[in-house]
């Protein structure tokens, strides 16, 4: 019991430290969900075992990334089937491409200049590469040089998306 005390404490703490915006959006993502399962109603967060948008802004926020909405911090774009979710993430961009399968995923992560976008295991050079993050569904354009930061956000979305 006192375990569960402290780990509440210590979620409270942390939420009570970050910036509102962010806060506030993961916040009522997480009431909605938890409204809609009290009134028997279907979660709006259902665990598919392949990403949402809320799925992913959930594991950043719980990565302790702090998303929030914006595209300032984005850089060019590609183009492809599905229209982006833009976040910012510290002082970085992200863009988001959720699509309907793995193959499709697969295919546009493939049409992806290797000059430009590298995986996240490769270091950036000083040619300031997008960070590409692939994993089920979710291709991920992080537009950051922190190595600290790539491996955070890598990290999130590479663990998986949540089971059912």
């Not at 809609?36 to 302790?64: F, K, N, Y």
């Not at 976008?117 to 950051?144: C, G, H, W, Y």
Request: hydrophobic share 40%; proline share 5%.
């Amino acid at each position: 019991m006192r375990r569960v005390v402290m780990g509440l404490v210590a979620v409270t703490s942390l939420a009570a430290c970050r910036p509102g915006k962010a806060a506030s959006d993961t916040a009522a993502i997480r009431q909605a969900a938890t409204a809609s399962t009290a009134s028997g109603a279907q979660p709006l967060c259902q665990r598919t075992g392949h990403w949402s948008e809320c799925t992913v802004r959930i594991r950043l926020d719980q990565s302790g990334l702090a998303p929030q909405s914006g595209a300032d911090k984005i850089g060019d774009l590609p183009t492809f089937s599905v229209k982006p979710l833009l976040f910012t993430v510290g002082i970085s961009g992200v863009a988001v491409y959720l699509y309907p399968d793995t193959v499709s995923r697969h295919a546009a992560g493939a049409s992806l200049d290797t000059t430009r976008f590298v995986a996240q295991k490769r270091p950036v050079s000083m040619k300031s590469e997008t960070t590409l993050i692939q994993n089920d569904n979710v291709l991920v354009l992080l537009f950051s040089k922190n190595e600290h930061q790539r491996e955070r956000v890598a990290d999130a979305i590479t663990a998986g998306a949540p089971q059912p």
